[in-house]
C-alpha cells in the first residue's frame, strides 16, 4: 500500500500539477476567476484524468509504441467529448459560463502528460489512482486560487452556485465583505498569475521550513558556508 | 618610490545613488508646485501618503529578507517612486488608492523581483497601471483646477475628501467635478477624446474652459514645470538628453502627421506635449535608470517608442491618457531593445562586416 501513499503525496503535494509542474495553466488561469467555476472544471479534469488513465493503462500492452501518442490522443479527446457533453445535459448554466475550456481539457499537458509518464507504464489500478490523486491536486490549487480571487475581486464565495449544484445552491452564498469599489484586478488575467505566483511560494515557504525542522530535529551536522561573506548590506 | 599603474578610466565622478535619486525627488518640485496651486493642498496629503507608505513597505520587506534597513532607505529610491506615484495620481483620490498603490509598486513590483536595480517594470507605472485597471472611477477622478470648480473649496475639504469621499460639505467628487452650467467636466485630454465621439472638431471642443492657449489650463502649468524640472536633471548630469528627446520628438511627430491629416480630428503637437502627463513621462518616468534601455542607440529607440506608444493610446486607445502603459511595454522591450542595439567593443568588428 505504500506504494498508493506516494501516489497520493505526489499528486497531492510533492508534484502537484498547478503548484510544481505548473501543467494546465491555461484552465488553470482561465477559469479560476470564482469558486464555482473553479470546482466545476476542477471536478471535470479530475474525471477526465481518472478515466483517460485508467483506459490507456488497460490498452498498454496492445498499443505499439511508434503510434501510442495518436492513440492516447484520441482516447483523450473521446473522454472529454463525453465529459462535455454530460455538463451540457446536467449543468447547462455551468457549461455556458465555463465555453470553451471544457472542450480545451483535451489540450491540458497534464491529462497527456500523466497518459504518457504513468498510465502507459502502470497496471489500471494504480493509473486510475494517480489518475484522482493528480487531477486532486490541480482541482485542490484551482480552488484555492478561484476562491481568493473571488473574495478579492468579488467579495463573495460560492457566488453563482446554483449553476453546478442546482436551484437550491443558491443559499450557499456568502458574502465576506461589501466595498463600493471591488479590487478588479483579482479577477483580471494578471491577478491570477499574481496569486498563483503567491501561492507557489507559499508551497515553497512550507516545503524549505518542514526540511530545516526536520534536519534540526535529526542534529545533523549542517555544513557553513564560507566561501563567500557578503560584507557589503 | 612605487609607480602605480592603474587602468583607465582615470576621472571618476563619485556619484551615489543616493545622491541620484534625491536630485530627482528634488526635480519634481516646480511640477508640484504647480499641481499644488491649480489643485489645491490635497497633492501633499498624497504625497506624505505615498512617502510614508513606501518607507514602511520597504522597511518591512528588508527586514523579512534579512537586511540592514536604514542603508537602503538612504538611497532613496523609494522616496522617489514614492513622490512619481503621488504625481501621477488624482490628487483627490481616495487615501486608500495611494496606499495600496506604493505598496504594491515596493513590495511586489520592486522588492519581490530582488530590490533596487532588479525590477523589469517602472514600480510607478506599474503600480499606476494596477490601480488604473483595479479603480478606473476613483483613478479618473481628476477634478477641474480650483479657479475652475462651481463650488467653493473650504479650507479642510481636501482633508474631507481624500479621507472621507465626500467635501466638509458633502459634495461627492462627481458634484465638484459639475460646472456651473451642470456638465461634468473633466481632464483636457478626456475632454477632447469625449467631444471627438461626439462629432465635434478639435478647434470646437478647445473652446472651452479647461482648454489654454497651449495645452489643458492649469495641465501646461503643471508640465511646464516638470519640464523645468528635468531640465534641472539633464544639467545635472542625472539623466541624459536622449530619452526625453526621442520621447517628446516622436510623439510631435506623429502628432504632427495626425494634425496634418486632418486638424479636426487630430489634436496638435503641443496641446499632447502639455496636457496630461507627458513631461512628467518623459523627464521622470521614462529616464529610470533601471528599467529604462541602457545602451546609447537603445534609449532613443526605447525613447521613440515610449512617444508612439502615448499618442496611439491617447488617440485610437481607450484611455484619455496611455503614458503608464506605454513605459511598462517598453519597459518589456528593454531586453531585446539592449540585446540589438550593444556598441561594438573597440578593437572587434561589428558584426556582419567581417
Known amino acids: 500500500m505504500s506504494n498508493f501513499r506516494e501516489l497520493m503525496q505526489q499528486g497531492l503535494w510533492r508534484n502537484n500539477p498547478g503548484l510544481v509542474q505548473l501543467l494546465g495553466l491555461c484552465p488553470l488561469l482561465a477559469t479560476s476567476s470564482s469558486l464555482t467555476n473553479a470546482i466545476g472544471l476542477g471536478l471535470a479534469t479530475m474525471l477526465v484524468l481518472a478515466s483517460t488513465n485508467l483506459m490507456i493503462s488497460l490498452v498498454r500492452n496492445q498499443v505499439p509504441a511508434e503510434i501510442r501518442i495518436p492513440v492516447f490522443v484520441m482516447i483523450i479527446a473521446a473522454v472529454v467529448t463525453a465529459i462535455e457533453q454530460l455538463m451540457h445535459a446536467y449543468t447547462f448554466a455551468l457549461y455556458q459560463s465555463l465555453g470553451i475550456f471544457i472542450p480545451l481539457i483535451v489540450t491540458n499537458c497534464i491529462v497527456i502528460g500523466r497518459a504518457e509518464a504513468f498510465a502507459s507504464k502502470n497496471p489500471p489500478l494504480a493509473a486510475v489512482f494517480d489518475g484522482l490523486m493528480m487531477g486532486a491536486g490541480f482541482c485542490l490549487v484551482l480552488v484555492a486560487l478561484g476562491a481568493i480571487r473571488e473574495i478579492l475581486g468579488q467579495g463573495t464565495l460560492f457566488a453563482g452556485a446554483e449553476t453546478l449544484l442546482g436551484s437550491w445552491a443558491s443559499v450557499l452564498k456568502i458574502t465576506v465583505y461589501h466595498a463600493d469599489s471591488h479590487f478588479l484586478l483579482a479577477i483580471l488575467p494578471p491577478g491570477a498569475f499574481l496569486v498563483l505566483g503567491f501561492l507557489i511560494a507559499g508551497k515553497n515557504a512550507l516545503d524549505l521550513r518542514k526540511k530545516a525542522s526536520e534536519a534540526s530535529q535529526k542534529g545533523s551536522i549542517q555544513r557553513a558556508r564560507v566561501t563567500h561573506v557578503n560584507t557589503n548590506n | ?354
Open chain 2, 1 to 354: 618610490m612605487s609607480f602605480r599603474v592603474a587602468a583607465s578610466p582615470h576621472h571618476h565622478a563619485r556619484v551615489q545613488t543616493s545622491t541620484l535619486m534625491l536630485k530627482v525627488a528634488l526635480a519634481t518640485l516646480p511640477g508640484i508646485a504647480a499641481q499644488l496651486y491649480f489643485f489645491g493642498y490635497a497633492v501633499l496629503i498624497q504625497l506624505a501618503l505615498a512617502v510614508v507608505t513606501a518607507w514602511s513597505a520597504e522597511a518591512l520587506v528588508l527586514s523579512l529578507r534579512e537586511k540592514t534597513i536604514v542603508n537602503r532607505l538612504k538611497d532613496h529610491s523609494a522616496l522617489v517612486t514614492a513622490v512619481l506615484l503621488a504625481v501621477a495620481i488624482p490628487a483627490y483620490a481616495p487615501w486608500w488608492i495611494i496606499v495600496l498603490g506604493t505598496a504594491f509598486a515596493i513590495i511586489i513590483v520592486k522588492q519581490l523581483y530582488g530590490g533596487l536595480g532588479n525590477n523589469l517594470f517602472n514600480p510607478a507605472m506599474a503600480a499606476y497601471v494596477l490601480l488604473l485597471i483595479s479603480f478606473p472611477q476613483q483613478m479618473t477622478a481628476w477634478t477641474p483646477p480650483t479657479a475652475l470648480q462651481a463650488q467653493e473649496q473650504s479650507t479642510f475639504d481636501p482633508v474631507c475628501l481624500v479621507f472621507t469621499d465626500f467635501s466638509c460639505a458633502g459634495y461627492s467628487i462627481t458634484q465638484l467635478k459639475t460646472d456651473v452650467d451642470g456638465r461634468t467636466m473633466a481632464t483636457p485630454l478626456d475632454t477632447l477624446k469625449t467631444d471627438l465621439t461626439n462629432n465635434k472638431t478639435v478647434s470646437e471642443s478647445r473652446q472651452q474652459p479647461m482648454f489654454a492657449e497651449i495645452g489643458g489650463f492649469g495641465w501646461n502649468w503643471v508640465n511646464l514645470g516638470f519640464l523645468l524640472g528635468g531640465l534641472w536633471l539633464w544639467q545635472q548630469g542625472v539623466i541624459q538628453w536622449r530619452i526625453p528627446v526621442a520621447v517628446l520628438v516622436s510623439l510631435g511627430i506623429c502628432s504632427s502627421i495626425g494634425a496634418m491629416v486632418d486638424a479636426d480630428q487630430y489634436a496638435s503637437p503641443l496641446f499632447h506635449w502639455f496636457s496630461g502627463g507627458t513631461m512628467l513621462a518623459a523627464f521622470f518616468i521614462a529616464t529610470d535608470p533601471v528599467s529604462a534601455s541602457t545602451t546609447a542607440k537603445g534609449r532613443l529607440i526605447y525613447g521613440a517608442l515610449i512617444g508612439l506608444l502615448v499618442y496611439l493610446i491617447r488617440t485610437f486607445g481607450g484611455f484619455p491618457d496611455g503614458y503608464a502603459f506605454a513605459v511598462m511595454l517598453a519597459n518589456v522591450a528593454v531586453p531585446l531593445i539592449d540585446a540589438y542595439t550593444k556598441p561594438r567593443t573597440y578593437g572587434h568588428k561589428a558584426k556582419g562586416s567581417e
